[in-house]
């Protein structure tokens, strides 16, 4: 495969805070070990409002201005640095977030999301979208580490696959097992992923609570719907539909502290409750956690789980086509992001297509 490669592209680059552009910059190029890819798709994820805002996560997310944003994004290598061995140009692939600088002890483990030289480029981490340049541009530079294969999977398809495998990494920390119950609160696009793969390992069922068309969706890939607008006392409703015991897992993905109290107070004796959204300080009860001996576990990215998830998205097991609501070009990234940032017409995943 030839391409001819631009001098420079279209990019969106974040300004200052809540200010953005679309703008023409130079074209980046590979370095050792990475790949330049010519974007097919990009979804906008839970963390990239915030990003753009620049209020939650200041001074680290982004750490610098000007920046571009985006990780969940898939496309075509159309060029490699020296010493890249995984891909070559022609290639269709998808991005994960992390990479490690690959020698602390965390990367040497496999858990190279939580780098110990988080941030620090120089000894070699990346962070694409957060720390380090990302994806909501025409080209995007990455690791070979941190780039997968799709095969003939679509792009807007494979956006996702950073996202589903962040549920797989969920549902594994959940250790959710062959006919167990499970309860996944916030029916947004990792819910309705926890769903998929609670299920798909084995969960005899799976409680989703939620409401309105994303609670629909939900049913619609197996979930038992618990509207929390009808039932008033989601907890209460489950606990009647599992004869008092609970689930033996709860997963939040609404990221409220409320859900959290949520999760706790829905698992049996021995639960496990997982916490991958972002709900800040949450007041939870010790002794409650001790005297029926809950697991409460956190939820970072997907360490070693793209690859896991990308034959169960090709063969049908996880869908996302019904996940995906909306296409806007990169120069509508502003119209975009308010549509997925206030739910309008009904969004659950947001797609740019550069």
Known sequence: ???TIPETMNALVLTAPGAFEIRRVATPRPGPHEALVRVGAIAICGSDPPI????????????????????????TVVAVGEGAVRFRPGDRVAAEAHKGCGYCRN??????????????????????GFTTQGGFAEYVVASERAIHDIGDMPFDEATNVDTAATALHAVKRGRVAVGEDVCVIGPGAVGLLCLQLALASGAARCFVVGRRHRLKVA????????????????????????AGRGVDAAIDCAGKPSTVRQCLAVVCKGGRVVC?????????????????????VGVRADPNTAEEVIPLITKGTVRIRPMISHRFPLADFGRALETFSKNLDNAIKVVIEP
């Open 276 to 296: 991958a959204g972002f709900p800040g300080n949450v007041e939870l009860s010790i002794t409650d956690i001790v005297m029926r001996e809950i697991d409460v």
């Open 1 to 3: 495969m030839v391409t």
């Open 107 to 128: 990367c040497m483990i496999g858990r190279y999301q939580l780098c110990e030289n988080y941030g620090n480029e120089a000894a070699g981490h990346r962070h694409y």
């Open 219 to 242: 049913a619609e890939l197996g979930a038992v719907p618990v509207d929390y607008e009808k039932v008033g006392d989601p907890v209460a409703e489950i606990r009647r539909l599992t």
């Open 52 to 75: 753009v805002e620049g209020v939650k996560f200041k001074g680290l997310w982004p750490p610098s201005y000007p920046f571009t944003p985006g990780h969940e994004w898939a496309g």
